[in-house]
């Protein structure tokens, strides 16, 4: 391990005052992989990464890359880069002297730390624009320079801190397979802070998914989604609609659950008992809906009804919104194919039954 750029993070807190940023986080970041820590604002996320940075100490645990403990080293000891959100250049620098600027710093001669900047600008494409002052760039290429200023310094480990909220659409998309392509060329390890769930799920190898100060799941990215460990991830990655109810009946092959707020659900899952209350989502695309039949919706289970709200027209997909009619009148959220959807198109205020398939739900931890 020695060497390497795999981070442990044992047993670690960081408190200020009595606010607990990060509780008793543990984790362990491979060597070369992807992770990104992903969380709405104030969940721990930035502060994490900045007590492996070395910007912030823990308060209690410990921090490690390639089995060093980190905790008291400087940050530019620690085998980090840090790329901020805001890409801070030197607005009097030329791009080459940017990104040689730590090189400098250190002794390093002016044609050799040169040289060093220039070979790092071709790994991110900007040679041709080593000449320009940053006010001379685009949002996008200030990026690639403020990530070539990082990546001088050969770190084990690259830190991330939002580096794509400042751009637009085109380029976040750009930039995005950018740093997917340049990871995967160096090799070392990117722990990339971001709270843009599409962001997470095209980048890492591993999502860690933060909720007050603690990791709520954390594993890859086909695993965040599908199989979400709770109602708060399930709800902050979005994609599914959850339901909670007890369970009345256990049967060969499919169990009974009566919802909260009304509903007869059936389960494909007989891992259950009888009398306890079960969490238990349906992912979007997967619901269908079908006009009101007041028959149906007493009588049959997985069958909920409502009134629909909104249509939202998503290009590859229809996203439509329905009221539900029984209980508390919360939302219920279903994505047709755009195909689907025009074939038999519903209209806002129609009343229409969303069902799905017993195999289709997927078993969360109890509320």
Known sequence: MAGSGEVQIINVSKHFGDLAAVDD???????????CLLGPSGCGKTTLLRMISGHETPTH??????GDIINQKPPGTRGTAMMFQSYA?????????NVAFSLQMKGVGEDERREKAMDVLDKVQMTHLAKRLPAQLSGGQQQRVALARALITNPKVLLLDEPLSALDEFLRLQMRAELKR??????????????????ALALA?????MDQGVISQAGSAEQIFNKPKNAYVADFMGGWNILKGR???VGDTISEVHGENGGRFLLGTTDLLVGARVAFTVRRDKVHLKPF???ASGNQGNMI??????????????KITVIRSVGSGEEFVVQETDHEFFRTPVREGEKVLASWAPEDIHMLEAA
């Open 25 to 35: 986080v543990s984790l362990t970041i491979k060597d070369g992989s992807y992770c």
């Open 61 to 66: 645990g410990e921090i490690t890359i390639g």
């Open 89 to 97: 250049l030197f607005p009097h620098l030329q791009v080459v002297d």
């Open 182 to 199: 340049l990871q995967a060329d160096l090799g070392i390890t990117f722990i990339h802070v971001t709270h843009t769930q599409p962001e």
């Open 205 to 209: 190898d591993m999502i860690v998914v």
């Open 247 to 249: 369970v009345v009946s």
């Open 293 to 295: 039949d007041s028959a």
């Open 305 to 318: 009804p409502g009134v629909v709200q909104t249509i939202e027209y998503q290009g590859s997909f229809v």
